[in-house]
């Protein structure tokens, strides 16, 4: 067992995990933060994804000692209180919802998207939403959510 | 069972060190760790030491070496790469293969030194457990005695090089700088493959690859990587062309079908000779790449998608711009 210590939606983190322990794990198992969810484990279905350090990570191919001193943001940490994230508020407004499991992993590549280019074409929305496996394969929806997201993200400034 | 250790080296002398310690095979080299960490989870990797390399500082650095070419730090992600404008104006055909690469979040984590020791892949190899006991005899897989590949080879393993990186790397003439504890030394693209699938690299041990040499760019280049969707698949082939501006030293190389690139010399050398039927070039350099293995492809698909694919670009190429 290894100390780690990180800051996970702003709040610092400490604690004691297994050296081969993934960041899904931790985030899942230890912190209860079960909005991310664990899919295939192997970086095809993009589940996972959370933000570290900025960039999207699938965390089931991290691990927890890779993210020490690092920023993790998840889905849990978009939201203010009772206010909906732009890119949430997207999602609810297009229906890309669906039956929601890929939505955590979705709506974080998307945010990461978004950080990178706050007005994406169509191509940049398919390749960035290409890591996260939608099976309702409503993607149209989807990509129909990033489109009003980032006129929104405009409109907020 | 042991529990798994993991160590962030501070600097390149140190990660050798440390990873001579331990004997053959239980401890390995992590950088992006989006390949290891999988092999790892399917227990075809079972390390006791984790040598992390990414917190050793200025190797993510990509840099002019000030003779017109470029040098790669080893932990330079494949966005970084993809996205670098000085590789992008230089050698647009790297940064192509860097961004073909599976998912944007693989492309953060993952690194250029990763691709290029990328570990062979197969049909027979990368599997759970379970499915790997209805195939206990495979070479690579569980050090058995048979090829499920190629079932008349009496020895070797023809499990695939897989980085997409690859092809444009020795296309380009590329070179790599091997740094262990006692020694540092600089090596040829081409030759670090040594045409095994099970012992595929020319790494020694305790070697780490530290930097990419890019010598300045001597003509128009095109890069194909095909995959019969355009999902996150590892390539059934990629292609990468290199027309000098002028004199010879053309460059034809098929990579992620063999245990190593290939190139088609004799094909190279009709496009030297100013041979201008593009199809008789793909057709000699299909030929030539002699290739075995049915894994992610047909053969008989992959040799014609891939005579169509070099007739189409070296067309393209050999066009005025």
């Known amino acids: 067992m290894t100390p780690l210590k990180l800051r996970v939606n702003g709040e610092p983190v400490h604690l004691l995990v297994k050296d081969d322990e993934t960041l899904l794990d931790v985030l899942r198992d230890r912190l209860l933060l079960t909005g991310t969810k664990r899919g295939c484990g192997e970086g095809q279905c993009g589940h996972c994804t959370v933000i570290l350090n900025g960039k999207a990570i699938h965390s089931c191919l991290t691990l927890a000692l890779e993210a020490e001193g690092g920023e993790i943001l998840t889905i849990e940490g978009l939201a203010q209180g009772d206010r909906l994230h732009p890119i949430q508020e997207a999602y609810v407004k297009a229906g890309a919802i669906q039956c929601g499991y890929c939505t955590p992993g979705m709506i974080m590549a998307i945010y990461c998207l978004l950080k990178e280019s706050p007005h994406p074409d169509e191509n940049e929305i398919r390749e960035a939403i290409k890591g996260v496996m939608c099976r309702c394969t409503g993607y149209y929806k989807i990509i129909d959510a990033v489109q009003r997201a980032s006129a929104g993200v405009s409109k907020n400034g | 069972m042991d529990e798994v250790r993991f160590f962030p080296a501070p600097n390149v002398k140190e990660a050798s060190r440390l990873t001579k310690e331990w004997p053959v095979s239980q401890a390995v080299l992590m950088a992006g760790g989006t390949d290891l960490l ?72 993952a690194t ?173 350099a299909v030929k030539e790449f002699n290739l075995v293995s049915f894994v992610r492809g047909s053969l008989e698909f992959k040799k014609q998608v891939m005579e169509a694919k070099l007739t189409e670009i070296m067309a393209r190429l050999k066009q005025p711009m």
């Open chain 2, 38 to 109: 999988v092999l790892k989870k399917l227990k075809l990797v079972n390390p006791r030491s984790i040598v992390y390399l990414k917190r050793i500082p200025g190797l993510a650095e990509i840099r002019p070496d000030g003779k017109g070419g470029f040098i790669i730090g080893a932990l330079a992600t494949l966005d970084a790469v993809g996205r670098h404008p000085g590789l992008n104006r230089n050698y647009p055909m790297l940064a192509q293969a860097a961004l073909a690469v599976a998912s944007p979040q693989i492309r953060y984590k």
């Open chain 2, 112 to 284: 250029m030194g990763g691709n290029i020791c990328l570990n062979s892949r197969c049909w027979f190899y990368n599997r759970s457990p379970f499915w790997r006991a209805e195939y206990p005899h495979c070479r690579k897989a569980s050090g058995g005695s048979q090829c499920y590949v190629t079932p008349r080879s009496r020895q070797g393993c023809f499990a695939l090089q897989s980085g997409d990186t690859v092809g444009p790397l020795v296309a380009l003439g590329a070179a790599l700088r091997l740094v262990s504890d006692e020694e540092e030394r600089i090596i040829g693209m081409e030759k670090i493959f040594l045409g095994d699938g099970m012992h595929y690299l020319a790494l020694r041990p305790g070697e780490v690859l530290t930097e990419i040499l890019l010598p300045a760019p001597v003509g128009r280049g095109a890069f194909v990587k095909f995959r019969p969707q355009n999902n996150l698949d590892f390539a059934t082939f990629t292609l990468s062309v290199i027309i000098p501006w002028k004199g010879a030293g053309s460059r034809i190389v098929a990579a992620c079908v063999a245990s190593r690139p290939l190139r088609a010399r004799q094909a190279e050398a009709l496009l030297d000779q100013g041979e201008i039927n593009t199809n008789v070039i793909a057709q000699e």
